[in-house]
């Protein structure tokens, strides 16, 4: 009996959005059949590819656009009095999302739906690779065996059965194979004049960014009493070395790669030009609105005793043992000077409970990269979030 396989692969929805100055609209579907969310309403389409037939149908009125978060102003730095902080690895984290769960917006659902989708498609067809790999072996065996004991001479149909075996079992291997590499969640990203300017801009930024001799993500942050500690930080720190770059997260295929941070002590940030993805297992992810996100800037000066980065800027001298007045404490013998270094520091923050920090060696870069980050998200705040494309 020839060998069969039967398996289906589902098409996975793509999502399109579009940035233009008329507003945001956003469509999820395939080729003849999407929705259509936008301030007008919530469309359904359907037409049959290469015939021109099609139907649109409203499913919903208009929803009312979401209300921006108060979106902080860009400012020059401001330097402390006193330097802000010096890294101690000993204390709990304190810098944290609490519930992951509970951060999704509710109008980023079927975004979050669609990922969930192309996820357990990519398992499904995962599991099964093996499976007809192994089939592939044992039916080359058989036909080693046959030729060996000379079935050919005899049973001239076996040995055909088995090559064509063979041929359908490659050919199915392939076609998990694509579907594996096709089970994505296409996400296309149409930005238009001033958005795309901006976005651009952004994202030249956050290269700058990203090439910062030293990133560390802040998991807390403590006041301390300079008089007991005789240290001039007002503030310890614990951080530990991380990375940002550029990347998509696995199940998502765009040509607008996010803004990735690697967190330390819980979820990733991957910031695509519409949405934010806080990402930690396929489990446990959350996507959020730019309106809802919170984004700060610091210029601190932290006591670095653990070597100065390239790119940092040495603002001033301080000693590990200090008196009030900021003069060594004479006391302690093996007294040694510290320099003060510039840092810039990120803070993401949103009303549903996320909480993460990054610092940056390269000051500038920071403050640069927030600036423009902020110009732009101002920009998406001023579009009515569900228009017409």
């Known amino acids: 009996m020839a060998w069969r396989y039967s398996k289906r692969i589902k098409i996975i929805p793509g999502v399109r959005i579009n940035l233009s100055s008329r507003g945001i609209s956003t469509t999820i579907g395939v080729r003849g059949a999407s929705l259509n969310v936008s301030s007008r309403g919530t469309y359904l389409n359907v037409g049959i590819p290469g015939t021109g037939l099609s139907y649109r149908e409203k499913l919903g ?11 902080p102003a860009p400012e020059q730095p401001r330097l402390p009095e006193v330097p802000h902080g010096f890294y101690l690895p000993s204390h709990l ?3 944290l999302t609490l519930d992951i769960q509970e951060v999704t917006s509710q109008d980023m ?3 979050k739906e669609t990922i969930l989708l192309a996820h357990q498609q990519r398992q499904e067809l995962g599991t099964e690779i093996p499976k007809v790999q192994r089939a592939l072996g044992t039916t080359k065996m058989k036909l080693l065996l046959s030729r060996i004991v000379l079935l050919n001479l005899f049973k001239k149909s076996i040995i055909e059965e088995l090559k064509t075996d063979i041929e ?10 694509s579907g594996v590499e096709g089970s994505l969640m296409n996400l296309e990203i149409e930005l238009e004049g001033d958005i795309k300017f901006n976005y651009l801009r952004t994202a030249n930024l956050f290269n700058a960014l990203a090439q910062s001799k030293k990133i560390w993500d802040i998991t807390g942050s403590y006041y301390q009493d300079r008089v007991v500690t005789r240290s001039a930080a007002s503030t310890s720190v614990k951080r530990t070395i991380t ?3 550029l990347k998509n997260l696995d199940e998502i295929s765009c040509t607008y790669p996010a803004f990735h941070f690697h967190n330390q002590n819980g979820a990733d940030i991957y910031i695509y030009p519409d949405f934010i993805i806080m990402f930690s297992s396929i489990r446990e992810f959350a996507i959020i609105g730019y309106h809802e996100l919170k984004l700060g800037f610091s210029s601190v000066q932290f006591v670095e005793e653990e070597g100065v980065p390239a790119d940092s800027k040495v603002v001033s001298h301080t000693w590990a043992k200090v008196n009030k007045n900021g003069q060594p404490d004479r006391r302690f013998k093996d007294n040694y000077q510290i320099p003060v270094t510039l840092y810039g520091e990120l803070e993401f923050k949103t009303n549903s409970g996320l909480h993460e920090g990054f610092q940056f060696s390269n000051h500038d870069a920071c403050r640069d990269f927030y600036i423009s980050f902020v110009e732009y998200q101002k920009i998406l705040a001023k579009l009515k979030r569900y228009s017409e494309a």
């Not at 359908?168 to 194979?177: F, G, I, P, R, V």
Request: glycine share 6%; proline share 7%; aromatic share 0%.
């Open 109 to 111: 659902a079927g975004i």
């Open 61 to 71: 009125g208009a929803r009312p656009s979401q209300q921006p978060a108060s979106l």
């Open 168 to 177: 359908t079992q490659q050919e199915t291997l392939k076609a998990l194979a």
């Open 243 to 245: 990375q940002v770059d």
């Open 93 to 95: 984290d304190n810098i």
